[in-house]
């Protein structure tokens, strides 16, 4: 069975699990973009707590296709979002093994919402060393064939993970707090674990 998902800005650790087990990943890109969604924003773990990192988009896009939402550059969010990332894993024990390429991503100057996650999620996939086969929608369909495996707007935000039955949290290494925070986006587990991150990604799905 294939998987037909919606892309997200720097996708948590139940995303990737809800890839898993799928040789082909269909890529939504014909949606009408879905507000408060980690469409485009993430969660990291820093000294002050979890942050939730947020790109801005320009004014209209309400019930524009997510493929036509742009990115608004005149908040200057890549410097933020950088140094926020690099104050708060810096000194994790991978941080310059990964670094310099999601650096240069961050930094490319993409007009296009889904243009940027789409290169985020080539490179987390790559990170952790998972090759399915990718596609993009050319069309909306609102009920696809019985072969595809639906999970589009799923996974948000507004609903605890409990609800989806796609992760369960297992507790790895991190830079700060004295417990454990679950479901960040996977550059937390990638900078604080390295090579591990693939395995206990496997090891938190359900």
Same mark, same amino acid.
């Given at each position: 069975? /294939?998987?037909?998902?919606?892309?997200?800005?720097?996708?948590?650790?139940?995303?990737?699990?809800?890839?898993?087990?799928?040789?082909?990943?269909?890529?939504?890109?014909?949606?009408?973009?879905?507000?408060?969604?980690?469409?485009?924003?993430?969660?990291? /773990?820093?000294?002050?707590?979890?942050?939730?990192?947020?790109?801005?988009?320009? @004014?209209?896009?309400?019930?524009?296709?997510?493929?036509?939402? $742009?990115?608004?550059?005149?908040?200057?969010?890549?410097? /933020?979002?950088?140094?926020?990332?690099?104050?708060?894993? !810096?000194?994790?024990?991978?941080?310059?093994?990964?670094?310099?390429?999601? $650096?240069?991503?961050?930094? $490319?100057?993409?007009?296009?919402? =889904?243009?940027?996650?789409?290169?985020?999620?080539?490179?987390?996939?790559?990170?952790? $060393?998972? &090759?399915?086969?990718?596609?993009?929608?050319?069309?909306?369909?609102?009920?696809?064939? @019985?072969?595809? =495996?639906?999970? !589009?707007?799923?996974? /948000?935000?507004?609903?605890?993970?409990?609800? !989806?039955?796609?992760?369960?949290?297992?507790?790895?290494?991190?830079?700060?707090?004295?417990?454990?925070?679950?479901?960040?986006?996977?550059?937390?587990?990638? =900078?604080?674990?390295?090579?591990?991150?693939?395995?206990?990604?496997? &090891?938190? !799905?359900?």
């Amino acid at each position: 069975m /294939n998987l037909l998902i919606d892309l997200h800005y720097l996708p948590s650790l139940e995303y990737f699990c809800a890839l898993q087990g799928y040789e082909t990943i269909e890529l939504e890109k014909c949606e009408h973009y879905v507000k408060q969604s980690y469409r485009n924003r993430c969660y990291i /773990n820093t000294a002050q707590g979890v942050e939730m990192l947020i790109v801005p988009l320009t @004014a209209k896009h309400g019930k524009t296709v997510i493929k036509d939402v $742009r990115i608004d550059h005149s908040k200057k969010w890549q410097n /933020n979002h950088w140094r926020t990332i690099e104050s708060a894993y !810096r000194k994790a024990p991978y941080f310059e093994y990964y670094s310099d390429d999601l $650096r240069t991503i961050l930094y $490319r100057d993409h007009d296009f919402l =889904f243009d940027l996650n789409l290169e985020l999620l080539s490179f987390c996939l790559k990170s952790i $060393r998972f &090759a399915p086969t990718r596609s993009v929608s050319v069309s909306y369909q609102k009920e696809p064939p @019985a072969t595809i =495996f639906d999970l !589009r707007s799923l996974i /948000n935000p507004k609903k605890s993970v409990s609800e !989806r039955n796609l992760y369960k949290p297992v507790s790895y290494y991190q830079v700060f707090g004295s417990g454990f925070v679950e479901n960040l986006s996977l550059i937390d587990l990638l =900078f604080c674990e390295g090579p591990r991150a693939a395995s206990l990604i496997l &090891a938190s !799905r359900i």
